[in-house]
């Protein structure tokens, strides 16, 4: 019959692509592809049945476990990882092998309807009725949005009550302003070099995983031993980040101490990679984990396949677009960690706004928070209105609330933040410090 051969062989190796990329992908495309059948070629049948199987076991889907299903198919695999050009396509190609598996559905059903249509045995009416039944089971078949109120109000009246989709940061000056980050949302923390800002992102991390919550930190700017002497310094309180870099022997017993407090309270609750370069492998990590919430430092970091040739300014759009989808389908909260352009630096007032993110536009609008830290010392030294140990986490945009000002303390040497800059004097070292911010 003819008809019966619509398909496309690359939209249906893009979506075994994608998924076998970025595990993510599956969520997106499920919908779409509804059975097996959906597919045309037996080898691609074959492979979706093994990563439904996989799901269905809780088994993480990659090229190795796919292939322990299906023999032989290694080589095949792999072919299909490397030709997906960006899965940030991948429902498009997910939409044209549905229509494809309709097309086909829809030929051969109207070869049987033709044939029924061509026997004057059969009546008439019964025939318009399946006509109508034909057309009916198809459409039910094409994805469309599912919606329950009853489990929308469930949810809301658990927001309302139990705040239980806000996360606080852990600093009250800071929370007071934004009553916490939502889940399912996107917060930005950015700032020039030298503001502090991915200590303040550590500190948040601490909070967080001293009050119970599971974090994931991609450290894509420093290494993992840097950020964990940063965490050691804050533990220790006495020990600072210049002892640990310039003195480290001669204070070994009170490293020691905060190494021993760090492996009591944060295992199985901190975990940090700074050695994934594409989202691809950032997804396929948080889904593993499953986080309350994942900081990546900082996105402008983040690598695209080389044959990607777009923007920059598109790129890291459709980086934040992607997050925000994570976000929600995984319900976790995500902190996005980003630079600032230099037109700061030729204002005579330094304190950052909206305007000054790289590649604002599509950062700005993905976001629920965005936040900007300003440590005034780096410009105005002892002028700075709160001295050295004065920190301004600006709130410049809050989607479900207030913008303000935040001031908080500061000790750099012990890279620490803390709710008052009274709190920062007092625990201040003596000693000098070499902090990289």
């Known amino acids: 019959m003819q008809g019966l ?32 059948d959906a597919f045309y070629v037996e080898k691609h049948q074959e492979i979706w049945e093994a990563i439904v199987n996989l799901k269905s076991e809780n088994i993480p889907v990659d090229l190795v476990n796919v292939s322990t299903k299906i023999k032989g198919i290694t080589f ?66 094409e994805p469309g949005q599912k919606f329950d109120l009853d489990t929308l109000l469930s949810m809301t009246k658990d927001s309302l009550f139990n705040k239980r989709n806000l996360t606080t940061t852990g600093f009250e000056p800071l929370d007071n302003i934004i009553s916490g980050m939502t889940r399912g949302e ?76 760090i492996k009591e309270k944060y295992t199985d609750k901190l975990f940090m990679f700074d050695n994934i370069k594409n989202l691809e492998g950032t997804f396929r990590e948080i889904r593993r984990i499953k986080p309350d919430v994942v900081i990546d430092d900082h996105i402008g970091l983040i690598e695209y396949p080389s044959n990607d040739m777009r923007d920059l300014r598109l790129k890291i759009g459709d ?37 000054d993110l790289a590649e604002s536009g599509n950062l700005e609008q993905d976001a629920e928070i965005v936040a900007f830290t300003h440590y005034p010392w780096t410009v105005n030294f002892e002028n700075a209105r709160h001295g050295k140990y004065g920190l301004e986490i600006v709130v410049a945009k809050n989607r479900y609330g207030s913008t303000g000002k935040a001031t908080v303390g500061f000790s750099p040497d012990l890279c620490t933040l803390y709710d008052t800059v009274e709190e920062a004097e007092a625990s201040v070292s003596t000693q000098s410090s070499d902090v990289p911010f």
Request: include cysteine.
């Open 76 to 141: 095949y695999l792999s072919g299909l990882q490397d030709t997906v050009p960006s899965t940030a396509r991948a429902e498009s190609y997910a939409k044209q092998v549905n229509s494809d598996w309709l097309r086909r559905k829809l030929v051969r059903q109207s070869y049987e309807i033709a044939d029924k249509a061509s026997d004057n045995t059969l009546d008439i009416s019964s025939l318009l009725v399946d006509v109508h039944d034909t057309a009916s089971t198809l459409l039910n078949l």
């Open 186 to 261: 996107i917060t930005i923390f950015a700032g020039r070099p030298g503001n502090a800002k991915t200590t303040t992102v550590a500190n948040i991390a601490r909070n967080l995983v001293l009050s119970g919550k599971k974090v994931v930190m991609f450290n894509r700017e420093m290494p993992n031993t840097e950020m964990m002497k940063k965490f050691i310094a804050m533990e220790s309180q006495h020990v600072t980040y210049h002892m640990l870099r310039h003195n480290a022997v001669t204070n070994k017993e009170d490293i020691e101490k905060s190494l021993n407090i």
């Open 319 to 355: 980086t934040s677009r992607r997050y925000k989808w994570l976000c929600k389908s995984e319900g976790i909260s995500v902190i996005l960690v980003s630079q600032l352009n230099r037109n700061i630096e030729y204002r005579t007032e330094r304190i950052p706004k909206l305007s």
């Open 5 to 36: 051969n619509i398909f496309n062989d690359e939209s249906e190796r893009a979506v075994l692509g994608c998924v076998l990329q970025d595990e993510n992908c599956y969520d997106i495309v499920k919908d779409y592809i509804i059975e097996k």
